[in-house]
């Protein structure tokens, strides 16, 4: 990838400013419905993305039209954030970073956030939203995953499909997944095959992203995570395993391990990987829920373009 000049340096942070200033006008909107209806919205985050944060389970809220928050706080949220969340998402359950026991998995990488879900599940539905994400249409596919009790991702890219790990795993037949410098997502991928969990059936891979995803209730809990980090500290060393990305990686392997879960449509779904892809305010297909990737967030104005429509309808709902 080529180092990026200083005019889109500065053209980045300048976006970024701009989505910070226009993100506080979710101040200005309703807060969330009440009530338990057996879904939880969950997050982890921290003061620095609120204002995004609120935007995004804001949205989710309006268009699923289901869910009670629950937040895992990443270590930074203040008084006054308690504040805030509290008056515009009905007084969230807020869990210390520092309580969740990851047992033997990896500590941070968000390792906390899975195994928070993992322990909910058993009570509830259990959705794992990003503070980088906005809902823009009806999300009629997870609601049917939600009644079906089926687990849901977003997928990596268009082409992600489940697959069995001996096929993922003959795919990768060519990968030393010990080498030097390999993603922790080639490495994981290159051993999957010789990983076996007492108990399981033939295991699953889907290439998702976990930034979206649905986790039903009484499906697989941490005694799977652990089991299958566990596998790949054998496999690929402690090292390389936690290293940031092994815990999507898990998410990954928990859903396409669950009952019939469901890959979410791209053309609905869908991660802003390049803004070539799309009009400066527009997109190449009419999406329900976009993820807006660290990477590319700012390219463009695509993502000022969703957070401006998203306060809009909370503002006049």
Not at 21 to 35: E, F, K, S, W
Not at 78 to 97: C, F, K, M, S, Y
Not at 215 to 235: H, I, K, N, T
Request: aromatic share 8%; with cysteine.
């Amino acid at each position: 990838m080529a180092t990026p000049s200083l005019a889109e340096h500065l053209n980045w942070h300048v976006k970024q400013w701009l989505h910070r200033r226009l993100a506080r006008r979710v101040l200005a909107t309703p807060p969330i419905a009440t009530g338990d209806d057996g879904v939880i919205l969950f997050s982890m985050i921290g003061t620095a993305v609120l204002l995004p944060y609120l935007v995004a389970v804001k949205s989710l809220r309006q268009r699923l039209g289901r869910g009670r928050v629950v937040i895992l706080d990443d270590g930074t949220l203040t008084a006054a954030d308690h504040a805030v969340l509290a008056q515009h998402l009905n007084r969230p359950r807020i869990i210390a970073i520092g309580d969740v026991d990851t047992g033997p998995c990896p500590r941070g990488g968000t390792w906390e956030r899975l195994l928070t879900i993992l322990d909910l599940r058993s009570r509830a539905y259990v959705i794992q939203v990003d503070s980088d994400t906005v809902t823009l249409g009806d999300l009629h596919e997870v609601r049917a995953a939600i009644d079906a009790g089926r687990d849901f991702t977003l997928r990596g890219e268009a082409s992600a499909e489940r697959r069995t790990a001996p096929e993922l795993a003959r795919d990768r037949a060519d990968v030393d997944p010990r080498a030097a410098g390999l993603h922790v997502q080639d490495a994981a991928e290159a051993a999957i095959g010789s990983v076996e969990l007492p108990g399981h059936g033939p295991l699953h891979y889907v290439r998702g992203c976990s930034g979206f995803a649905g986790f039903a209730p009484g499906g697989p809990g941490r005694e799977l995570a652990e089991g299958f980090s566990l596998a790949m500290d054998a496999a690929i060393g402690r090292a390389s395993w936690s290293r940031w990305g092994s815990e999507q990686v898990t998410s990954n392997f928990v859903v396409a391990n669950g009952r019939d879960p469901l890959l979410l449509p791209y053309d609905r779904y869908l991660n802003f990987w390049n803004a070539a892809l799309f009009g400066r305010a527009t997109f190449a297909t009419d999406p329900a829920f976009v993820h807006f990737i660290g990477t590319y967030r700012f390219h463009g104005d695509a993502y000022l373009a969703a957070t401006r429509t998203a306060i809009e309808r909370l503002r006049t709902a």
